[in-house]
């Protein structure tokens, strides 16, 4: 029994997208949206100054951020997607951004320090959820300013050694002409995720971090529900944890099927993410196909 921690197969609102999909309320879904929001703090702090901001030292961005995104929406959708295309950059988190007379180091005396956003005297300094996130709590605000000085976080975020995008849009088609499209960006004031579906009998629209869903049913006079989903306590929406119940669960009865996110659907969502990357960088149209023929030859 192998679990992939894909923890949005286990969110509470997609669990009820993914139900009232199956219910057929909406008919056939024709067509997907998704936009993850990763807000540009968390961009700067995690993949611009942080772990993932460099592909040589962890790997691409739609791989590191985003095979959730599109794991789920192959989850949902639950047709073999046959083909990708991608575009996206890095646009803004680059050396000519950087402001004129901006220091290397924020603690070497900015003059846009009082506006940056991304000031790390303002991000790490004091008892803020970032300083936590870069080793930094718990320290007075002489030792951050010390620290600052050698660690990662402490780089001006215009002058750093990241190379992964800050903003990439994919379009998947998959069997029987249903299409998707997913969007990441860095550039919004906070983060989350929004989803919206487009059924033959209806459209549904999710705020998934506000737990909310909009159902609008054509057939019914344009019906609309609002759906409030009673928020779970935990990392991801409280996710996290039913992930590890799911698989602790599985083991214990030896019943593989309580795992939603097998290596079998982790391999059918991870081709999507490879050609999805491989199209961006080389301009065309990839079939998913390629991808997964790739993987059997090696096997």
Aim: with cysteine; hydrophobic share 35%; glycine share 8%.
């Amino acid at each position: 029994v192998v679990s992939v921690c894909h923890s949005l197969r286990y969110h509470a609102v997609y669990a009820e997208v993914r139900r009232i999909i199956r219910s057929g309320v909406i008919g056939e879904v024709v067509a997907l949206d998704q936009l993850e929001a990763v807000e540009s703090v968390h961009q700067s702090h995690s993949f611009v100054r942080g772990n993932w901001g460099n592909e040589g030292r962890s790997t691409f961005m739609l791989l590191a951020k985003s095979c959730h995104d599109l794991d789920i929406i192959v989850d949902l959708i639950d047709r073999d997607c046959l083909s990708a295309h991608s575009y996206g950059s890095l646009f803004y988190f680059r050396s000519e951004n950087q402001p004129e007379g901006a220091p290397d180091r924020c603690v070497d005396g900015c003059p846009v320090e009082e506006d940056c956003p991304y000031s790390a005297l303002k991000l790490y300094t004091g008892d803020k959820p970032w300083s936590h996130h870069a080793g930094l709590s718990g320290l007075s605000m002489a030792e951050t300013r010390e620290k600052l000085k050698t660690s990662p976080y402490g780089r001006c975020v215009f002058k750093t050694d990241n190379d992964v995008v800050d903003h990439q849009v994919v379009s998947m088609e998959f069997e029987g002409g249903v299409t998707a499209t997913f969007t990441m960006t860095a550039f919004t004031p906070w983060g989350g995720r929004y989803l919206r579906i487009h059924g033959t009998r209806g459209y549904l629209e999710a705020k998934v971090d506000q737990s909310t869903i909009d159902l609008y049913e054509f057939w019914a006079r344009n019906r609309h529900s609002h759906i409030v989903i009673e928020e779970e306590d935990g990392t991801h929406g409280g996710a996290d944890s039913t992930v590890i119940k799911s698989l602790m669960k599985a083991v214990s009865m030896g019943d593989p099927a309580s795992v939603r996110t097998s290596t079998a659907e982790s391999l059918r969502s991870h081709a999507i993410v490879f050609a999805a990357e491989r199209s961006r960088r080389e301009g065309r149209r990839v079939q998913v196909r390629e991808v997964l023929d790739e993987v059997e030859r090696t096997r």
